[in-house]
């Protein structure tokens, strides 16, 4: 009987002891996104804001944008769709009516991949914009 | 002793299975960052690239995002800085040497914060880069 209660002591006191140290909920640090991001390439496809110029934002977001991350493959960390609303200084107008940007490991293995698929791309422009983008390479510093 | 084992193989299963539990390993998901970045406010300070024009990432990156993300206080989720490689069209000009994002949860505080300070971050412009930048507000869709 005595040695049932310390073997049982013992064992609460191992499972608390590995419990405990596993219970430490993960905080997801807010700035996990950007250190996971550090020396990425990130390529953005901007469109410029103009008068008559026109952009479909649901057909970028699920059909344009998904179908060139399809392209991208592995090599695609994540991508980012982001609205234009007002330029930040006053009485300027608005820059960009939309910005896509594609978070890669490799600038060569994007490139590779998007050669084969340029025509592809281009012809869905028209789907959802008459604007002519700029396109940003760069590196991620934070 | 009978009793006592019965009861340390009850605590073995009842630990094992809180441990069991608790033990699983969160997983980054690639897109956690888009997924809590959707519906805030980004703010963008594009830096354009032109000749003659010069920008200081070391301090920029050490010295003035942080002092601004300070003014920002915890309405501001997280910031960010790229340095520009490339344009990404073939015989284009790089379109901006450097940008720095602002990822906030309410505009209106974003701007409350800078207004005061507007002074001292101009001020501090002349320190790193000799571009006046383009400013964008955009909501984060993805």
């Given at each position: 009987m005595k040695s049932g209660i310390i073997l049982s002591l013992f064992l609460i006191t191992s499972c608390l002891a590995a419990f405990g140290q596993e219970a430490q909920p993960r905080k997801v640090k807010k700035q996990d996104a950007a250190v996971a991001e550090k020396g990425l390439v990130k390529v953005s496809i901007m469109y410029p804001f103009a008068e008559g110029k026109t952009f479909d934002m649901e057909y970028y977001e699920t059909k344009h944008m998904p179908m060139v991350a399809k392209y991208l493959?592995?090599?695609?960390v994540r991508y980012t769709i982001e609205k234009g609303l007002a330029?930040?200084?006053?009485?300027?107008?608005?820059?960009?009516?939309a910005i896509g940007t594609f978070y890669v490991k490799n600038l060569n293995e994007y490139q590779s991949a998007i050669a084969p698929n340029r025509d592809a791309i281009r012809a869905d422009f028209v789907n959802y914009t008459n604007i002519t983008p700029v396109i940003l390479v760069s590196e991620v510093v934070r």
């Open positions: 493959g592995s090599n695609l330029s930040g200084i006053p009485n300027q107008p608005l820059p960009y009516m």
